[in-house]
């Protein structure tokens, strides 16, 4: 392949992403594939320090400026690391890109999806995912699931149950509005169900 694949994993949290994402890399490198695992934010050194700060930041962060972090993480990812790799042929596995933004500082946040995504698409030069996958799960399951493992919330999974509902909703329109790009899977099935199905989505794209 002249370019490379790139397959980004979304949902809400506590939906599964952390362990699709690595079972499909673990697949993709039996197949002898070069694979860049990497996440949104954090996918870098400044990403890290970005993802601090938006996640886990202890006061108050505008709506809007929360939105423009994530873009300059997300500028600064796709330029650095991202599409290099794409340009070696190589295929990224990444857990979240723009659709979170659209469903989290958009609907969640209450900002307007359009403009959220348009930032994005700016900081990115409109680099799109060749697939989506989208873990749906339902906000009660989510954060029962959340809260049988003890760790720290970050600023969003603390949100109440209303702001994941939003999320929820605006994830679904958007797999709605573009079926081809979009694998939406059932997050209640059994880990190896849903990791066999979005094997054959890629495969089919391999």
Known sequence: MSRGLFITFEGGDGSGKTTQAGLLEAWLHGLGRTVVRTREPGG???GL???EL???HRGEIAPRAEALLYAADRAHHVATLVRPALARGEVVVQD???DSSVAYQGAGRVLDPDE??????WA???LRPDLTVLLDLDEDAARARLDAAP???DRLEAEASEFHARVRAAYLELA???PDRFLVVDATRPVDEISAAVRERVEALL
């Open 44 to 46: 870098t050194d400044v």
């Open 49 to 51: 320090e970005v993802r």
């Open 54 to 56: 938006v996640l886990h």
């Open 96 to 98: 979240r890109y723009i």
């Open 116 to 121: 959220v995504r348009r930032v994005s698409e």
């Open 124 to 126: 990115t030069e409109g």
């Open 151 to 153: 760790r720290r919330f």
């Open 176 to 178: 709605a509005a573009e």
